[in-house]
Protein backbone atom coordinates (compact mmCIF):
# COMPACT_ATOMS: atom_id res chain seq x y z
CA UNK A 1 0.00 0.00 0.00
CA UNK A 2 3.06 2.03 0.95
CA UNK A 3 4.42 2.17 -2.56
CA UNK A 4 0.91 2.64 -4.27
CA UNK A 5 0.83 6.11 -2.20
CA UNK A 6 3.87 7.02 -3.38
CA UNK A 7 3.75 6.38 -6.89
CA UNK A 8 0.33 8.51 -6.55
CA UNK A 9 2.00 11.16 -4.76
CA UNK A 10 4.53 11.06 -7.18
CA UNK A 11 2.40 11.17 -10.30
CA UNK A 12 -0.46 13.32 -9.53
CA UNK A 13 1.65 16.77 -10.44
CA UNK A 14 2.30 15.37 -13.44
CA UNK A 15 -1.22 13.77 -14.22
CA UNK A 16 -2.67 16.82 -13.61
CA UNK A 17 -0.60 19.29 -15.83
CA UNK A 18 -0.66 16.43 -18.78
CA UNK A 19 -4.38 16.58 -18.46
CA UNK A 20 -4.83 20.48 -18.85
CA UNK A 21 -2.03 20.44 -21.60
CA UNK A 22 -4.00 17.49 -23.71
CA UNK A 23 -7.00 18.79 -22.99
CA UNK A 24 -5.76 23.19 -24.55
CA UNK A 25 -7.33 24.22 -21.46
CA UNK A 26 -5.84 26.75 -17.71
CA UNK A 27 -7.53 26.44 -14.25
CA UNK A 28 -9.50 29.33 -15.06
CA UNK A 29 -11.59 26.87 -17.92
CA UNK A 30 -12.34 24.21 -15.31
CA UNK A 31 -15.83 24.31 -13.63
CA UNK A 32 -15.35 21.95 -11.15
CA UNK A 33 -13.49 18.73 -9.71
CA UNK A 34 -14.54 15.39 -9.42
CA UNK A 35 -12.36 12.65 -7.92
CA UNK A 36 -13.01 9.21 -6.37
CA UNK A 37 -14.10 9.20 -2.84
CA UNK A 38 -14.48 5.41 -2.25
CA UNK A 39 -14.11 2.70 -2.93
CA UNK A 40 -10.32 1.92 -1.96
CA UNK A 41 -7.48 2.22 -0.67
CA UNK A 42 -7.77 5.15 2.08
CA UNK A 43 -4.26 6.24 1.36
CA UNK A 44 -4.21 6.36 -2.15
CA UNK A 45 -7.89 7.96 -2.06
CA UNK A 46 -6.86 10.70 -0.11
CA UNK A 47 -3.79 11.49 -2.35
CA UNK A 48 -6.81 11.99 -5.20
CA UNK A 49 -8.99 13.80 -2.46
CA UNK A 50 -6.75 16.32 -1.24
CA UNK A 51 -5.40 16.66 -4.83
CA UNK A 52 -9.30 17.89 -5.84
CA UNK A 53 -9.40 19.95 -2.57
CA UNK A 54 -6.44 21.80 -2.98
CA UNK A 55 -7.62 22.80 -7.15
CA UNK A 56 -11.24 23.37 -6.08
CA UNK A 57 -10.01 26.18 -2.53
CA UNK A 58 -7.50 27.98 -4.78
CA UNK A 59 -9.31 27.77 -8.08
CA UNK A 60 -13.02 28.70 -6.19
CA UNK A 61 -14.79 25.67 -8.07
CA UNK A 62 -17.00 23.00 -6.66
CA UNK A 63 -16.37 19.04 -5.87
CA UNK A 64 -17.85 16.35 -5.86
CA UNK A 65 -17.04 13.06 -4.55
CA UNK A 66 -17.87 9.82 -6.75
CA UNK A 67 -18.12 6.42 -6.34
CA UNK A 68 -15.41 4.22 -7.94
CA UNK A 69 -18.19 1.49 -9.27
CA UNK A 70 -20.34 3.63 -10.04
CA UNK A 71 -18.01 4.88 -12.56
CA UNK A 72 -17.20 2.15 -14.19
CA UNK A 73 -21.31 1.56 -14.33
CA UNK A 74 -21.89 4.98 -16.08
CA UNK A 75 -19.01 4.50 -18.67
CA UNK A 76 -20.96 3.25 -21.32
CA UNK A 77 -23.61 6.08 -21.30
CA UNK A 78 -20.33 8.02 -22.60
CA UNK A 79 -18.88 6.24 -25.03
CA UNK A 80 -21.73 4.32 -26.89
CA UNK A 81 -23.59 6.23 -29.75
CA UNK A 82 -26.65 4.54 -28.33
CA UNK A 83 -26.15 4.28 -24.94
CA UNK A 84 -28.02 1.24 -22.87
CA UNK A 85 -31.58 2.14 -21.22
CA UNK A 86 -32.33 1.53 -17.86
CA UNK A 87 -32.48 -0.77 -16.45
CA UNK A 88 -29.70 -2.81 -17.44
CA UNK A 89 -27.45 -5.17 -16.21
CA UNK A 90 -23.51 -4.00 -15.21
CA UNK A 91 -20.80 -6.72 -14.90
CA UNK A 92 -17.21 -4.63 -13.00
CA UNK A 93 -14.59 -6.90 -13.61
CA UNK A 94 -11.36 -5.38 -11.48
CA UNK A 95 -8.11 -6.33 -10.02
CA UNK A 96 -10.56 -5.08 -6.77
CA UNK A 97 -13.97 -6.08 -7.58
CA UNK A 98 -16.34 -8.32 -9.28
CA UNK A 99 -19.85 -7.40 -9.01
CA UNK A 100 -23.10 -8.21 -10.79
CA UNK A 101 -25.37 -5.54 -10.68
CA UNK A 102 -28.58 -4.04 -11.59
CA UNK A 103 -28.90 -0.53 -12.75
CA UNK A 104 -32.06 1.02 -12.27
CA UNK A 105 -31.28 5.02 -12.46
CA UNK A 106 -27.15 6.01 -12.48
CA UNK A 107 -27.87 6.17 -8.39
CA UNK A 108 -30.00 2.73 -7.84
CA UNK A 109 -28.43 0.07 -8.32
CA UNK A 110 -28.98 -3.47 -6.94
CA UNK A 111 -25.94 -5.84 -5.89
CA UNK A 112 -27.20 -9.31 -7.28
CA UNK A 113 -23.78 -11.17 -7.24
CA UNK A 114 -20.18 -10.57 -5.48
CA UNK A 115 -17.31 -12.41 -4.56
CA UNK A 116 -16.85 -14.43 -1.79
CA UNK A 117 -13.25 -14.12 -1.91
CA UNK A 118 -10.84 -13.21 -4.67
CA UNK A 119 -11.67 -10.52 -7.04
CA UNK A 120 -11.15 -11.92 -10.88
CA UNK A 121 -8.34 -9.42 -11.30
CA UNK A 122 -6.22 -10.20 -8.55
CA UNK A 123 -6.57 -14.15 -9.70
CA UNK A 124 -5.34 -13.31 -12.98
CA UNK A 125 -2.55 -11.60 -11.16
CA UNK A 126 -1.59 -14.79 -9.27
CA UNK A 127 -1.94 -16.85 -11.83
CA UNK A 128 0.25 -14.81 -14.46
CA UNK A 129 3.01 -14.54 -11.39
CA UNK A 130 2.70 -18.38 -11.03
CA UNK A 131 3.26 -19.30 -14.88
CA UNK A 132 6.10 -16.44 -14.59
CA UNK A 133 4.97 -14.55 -17.58
CA UNK A 134 6.40 -10.98 -18.36
CA UNK A 135 3.81 -7.93 -17.91
CA UNK A 136 5.35 -6.40 -20.56
CA UNK A 137 5.14 -7.36 -24.34
CA UNK A 138 8.03 -8.09 -27.31
CA UNK A 139 8.61 -3.99 -27.44
CA UNK A 140 9.29 -3.51 -23.54
CA UNK A 141 5.70 -1.73 -23.07
CA UNK A 142 3.63 -2.50 -20.17
CA UNK A 143 0.34 -4.63 -20.62
CA UNK A 144 -0.23 -6.08 -17.48
CA UNK A 145 -1.12 -9.47 -15.64
CA UNK A 146 -4.44 -9.69 -17.66
CA UNK A 147 -2.98 -9.26 -21.28
CA UNK A 148 0.02 -11.15 -20.59
CA UNK A 149 -2.11 -14.30 -19.78
CA UNK A 150 -4.72 -13.62 -22.02
CA UNK A 151 -1.79 -13.92 -25.19
CA UNK A 152 -0.94 -16.78 -23.65
CA UNK A 153 -4.20 -18.41 -23.77
CA UNK A 154 -4.07 -17.35 -27.74
CA UNK A 155 -1.17 -18.28 -28.37
CA UNK A 156 0.42 -21.05 -30.67
CA UNK A 157 3.08 -23.36 -29.20
CA UNK A 158 6.47 -23.08 -30.71
CA UNK A 159 6.87 -26.04 -33.71
CA UNK A 160 7.19 -28.86 -32.43
CA UNK A 161 5.77 -28.33 -28.72
CA UNK A 162 2.21 -29.63 -27.87
CA UNK A 163 -0.63 -28.54 -25.93
CA UNK A 164 -1.62 -30.85 -23.33
CA UNK A 165 -4.93 -31.69 -21.92
CA UNK A 166 -5.39 -30.45 -18.65
CA UNK A 167 -8.86 -31.66 -16.61
CA UNK A 168 -10.86 -29.04 -16.75
CA UNK A 169 -11.42 -26.74 -14.01
CA UNK A 170 -14.67 -26.70 -11.51
CA UNK A 171 -17.31 -23.76 -11.79
CA UNK A 172 -17.22 -22.61 -8.43
CA UNK A 173 -21.14 -22.12 -6.89
CA UNK A 174 -23.02 -23.84 -9.54
CA UNK A 175 -26.61 -22.52 -9.76
CA UNK A 176 -25.89 -19.54 -6.90
CA UNK A 177 -25.45 -16.12 -7.28
CA UNK A 178 -21.71 -15.83 -5.66
CA UNK A 179 -18.46 -15.44 -7.61
CA UNK A 180 -15.05 -17.28 -6.23
CA UNK A 181 -11.88 -16.84 -7.90
CA UNK A 182 -9.83 -18.44 -5.15
CA UNK A 183 -10.96 -22.31 -6.55
CA UNK A 184 -9.21 -21.32 -9.63
CA UNK A 185 -6.61 -20.06 -8.50
CA UNK A 186 -5.66 -22.51 -6.06
CA UNK A 187 -5.83 -25.64 -9.07
CA UNK A 188 -2.98 -23.48 -10.72
CA UNK A 189 -1.55 -23.88 -7.39
CA UNK A 190 -1.80 -27.37 -6.80
CA UNK A 191 -1.05 -28.26 -10.52
CA UNK A 192 2.02 -26.90 -10.61
CA UNK A 193 3.21 -27.79 -6.94
CA UNK A 194 3.28 -31.66 -8.20
CA UNK A 195 6.03 -30.25 -10.83
CA UNK A 196 9.36 -29.50 -10.52
CA UNK A 197 9.94 -25.49 -9.71
CA UNK A 198 11.12 -24.54 -12.98
CA UNK A 199 9.03 -27.05 -15.18
CA UNK A 200 6.51 -24.29 -16.26
CA UNK A 201 9.69 -22.35 -17.64
CA UNK A 202 10.50 -25.15 -19.61
CA UNK A 203 7.24 -26.50 -21.18
CA UNK A 204 5.41 -23.63 -23.23
CA UNK A 205 3.06 -26.15 -23.99
CA UNK A 206 1.83 -27.10 -20.48
CA UNK A 207 1.99 -23.73 -19.59
CA UNK A 208 -0.14 -22.56 -22.42
CA UNK A 209 -2.83 -25.58 -21.27
CA UNK A 210 -2.83 -23.85 -17.81
CA UNK A 211 -3.53 -19.99 -19.29
CA UNK A 212 -6.50 -21.51 -21.30
CA UNK A 213 -7.64 -23.85 -18.41
CA UNK A 214 -8.11 -20.88 -15.61
CA UNK A 215 -9.08 -18.22 -18.26
CA UNK A 216 -12.11 -21.05 -19.55
CA UNK A 217 -13.20 -21.76 -16.48
CA UNK A 218 -13.00 -18.10 -14.68
CA UNK A 219 -15.06 -16.94 -17.94
CA UNK A 220 -17.18 -19.88 -17.08
CA UNK A 221 -18.10 -18.92 -14.36
CA UNK A 222 -18.93 -15.00 -14.98
CA UNK A 223 -21.06 -16.31 -17.95
CA UNK A 224 -23.11 -18.64 -15.91
CA UNK A 225 -23.53 -15.83 -12.90
CA UNK A 226 -25.15 -13.68 -16.06
CA UNK A 227 -27.58 -15.88 -17.40
CA UNK A 228 -28.60 -16.39 -13.30
CA UNK A 229 -29.00 -13.15 -13.09
CA UNK A 230 -30.87 -12.74 -16.87
CA UNK A 231 -33.28 -15.63 -14.82
CA UNK A 232 -33.60 -13.54 -11.43
CA UNK A 233 -34.82 -10.71 -13.63
CA UNK A 234 -37.37 -12.19 -15.26
CA UNK A 235 -38.92 -13.95 -12.75
CA UNK A 236 -39.60 -10.63 -11.37
CA UNK A 237 -40.94 -9.00 -14.37
CA UNK A 238 -37.26 -6.45 -14.95
CA UNK A 239 -37.25 -6.33 -19.04
CA UNK A 240 -32.88 -5.95 -18.72
CA UNK A 241 -32.17 -3.82 -21.65
CA UNK A 242 -28.02 -4.62 -22.11
CA UNK A 243 -25.11 -6.32 -20.24
CA UNK A 244 -22.67 -3.96 -19.26
CA UNK A 245 -19.30 -4.89 -19.42
CA UNK A 246 -16.76 -2.70 -17.49
CA UNK A 247 -13.80 -2.82 -15.39
CA UNK A 248 -9.66 -3.84 -16.64
CA UNK A 249 -11.04 -7.47 -16.91
CA UNK A 250 -13.29 -6.44 -19.16
CA UNK A 251 -10.84 -5.51 -22.00
CA UNK A 252 -10.59 -9.68 -22.51
CA UNK A 253 -11.77 -10.43 -26.16
CA UNK A 254 -12.59 -14.33 -25.23
CA UNK A 255 -14.91 -12.67 -22.11
CA UNK A 256 -15.97 -10.68 -24.71
CA UNK A 257 -16.63 -13.26 -27.33
CA UNK A 258 -18.40 -15.76 -24.48
CA UNK A 259 -20.66 -13.03 -23.46
CA UNK A 260 -21.90 -12.08 -26.32
CA UNK A 261 -22.70 -15.93 -27.24
CA UNK A 262 -24.93 -15.89 -24.13
CA UNK A 263 -26.81 -13.38 -24.29
CA UNK A 264 -27.61 -14.55 -28.20
CA UNK A 265 -28.87 -17.65 -26.69
CA UNK A 266 -32.64 -17.35 -26.95
CA UNK A 267 -32.90 -15.37 -30.62
CA UNK A 268 -36.16 -14.08 -30.24
CA UNK A 269 -34.73 -11.39 -27.67
CA UNK A 270 -31.43 -11.03 -27.73
CA UNK A 271 -29.63 -8.63 -25.23
CA UNK A 272 -26.89 -6.10 -26.69
CA UNK A 273 -23.46 -6.57 -24.73
CA UNK A 274 -22.31 -3.00 -24.70
CA UNK A 275 -18.10 -2.52 -23.08
CA UNK A 276 -16.35 0.49 -23.39
CA UNK A 277 -13.42 0.72 -25.28
CA UNK A 278 -10.40 -1.30 -23.68
CA UNK A 279 -8.45 1.75 -22.83
CA UNK A 280 -11.69 2.96 -20.74
CA UNK A 281 -12.02 -0.09 -18.95
CA UNK A 282 -9.42 0.09 -16.46
CA UNK A 283 -9.27 2.86 -13.99
CA UNK A 284 -9.31 6.26 -15.68
CA UNK A 285 -10.35 9.93 -15.08
CA UNK A 286 -12.61 10.16 -18.21
CA UNK A 287 -15.06 7.86 -16.17
CA UNK A 288 -14.81 9.60 -12.90
CA UNK A 289 -15.19 12.98 -14.15
CA UNK A 290 -18.55 12.02 -16.36
CA UNK A 291 -19.87 9.84 -13.51
CA UNK A 292 -19.49 13.12 -11.41
CA UNK A 293 -21.37 15.46 -13.92
CA UNK A 294 -24.99 14.61 -13.43
CA UNK A 295 -23.84 15.91 -10.31
CA UNK A 296 -22.65 19.12 -11.25
CA UNK A 297 -25.10 19.67 -13.49
CA UNK A 298 -27.98 19.55 -10.40
CA UNK A 299 -25.34 21.58 -8.33
CA UNK A 300 -25.60 19.13 -6.01
CA UNK A 301 -21.77 19.57 -4.64
CA UNK A 302 -19.65 18.20 -1.40
CA UNK A 303 -18.21 20.44 0.70
CA UNK A 304 -15.00 20.47 1.02
CA UNK A 305 -14.52 18.33 3.84
CA UNK A 306 -16.49 15.64 3.06
CA UNK A 307 -15.07 12.14 4.28
CA UNK A 308 -13.70 9.71 2.33
CA UNK A 309 -14.83 5.67 1.98
CA UNK A 310 -12.65 2.96 1.85
CA UNK A 311 -15.51 0.77 1.70
CA UNK A 312 -18.83 2.04 -0.10
CA UNK A 313 -21.55 -0.14 -1.05
CA UNK A 314 -22.82 0.91 -4.54
CA UNK A 315 -26.61 0.30 -3.23
CA UNK A 316 -25.88 3.04 -0.38
CA UNK A 317 -26.03 5.58 -3.25
CA UNK A 318 -29.62 5.30 -3.36
CA UNK A 319 -29.89 6.73 -0.26
CA UNK A 320 -27.96 9.79 -0.34
CA UNK A 321 -28.31 13.02 -1.72
CA UNK A 322 -26.77 12.49 -5.37
CA UNK A 323 -30.02 12.77 -7.63
CA UNK A 324 -28.76 13.47 -11.32
CA UNK A 325 -30.91 16.25 -12.81
CA UNK A 326 -33.63 15.59 -16.22
Known sequence: MAIAIEHHQKNMPTAI???????????NDIDGVAFTRGPGMAGCLAVAANAGRGIAAATNKPIVGVHHMQAHALTSLLTESDPP????????????????????SPTKFKILATTVDSAIGQAIDSVARLLKLSWHDEHGNLIGAGAALERLAASSPPPGVSVPTIKPFPVAFPNLLSFSFAGPKGEVNRMLGKLPPDAVEKDEGLRIAIARGFQEAAVAQLEEKVKLALRWCDKRGVKVNGLVASGGVASNMYLRERLTLALRENPEDPIPLICPPPHLCT?????????GLYRFLAKDHDPFDIDLKPTWSLEDLSSEDVTPSG
Open 17 to 27: ARALHEANVSM
Open 85 to 104: KFPFLTLLVSGGHTLLLLAY
Open 283 to 291: DNAVMVGWA
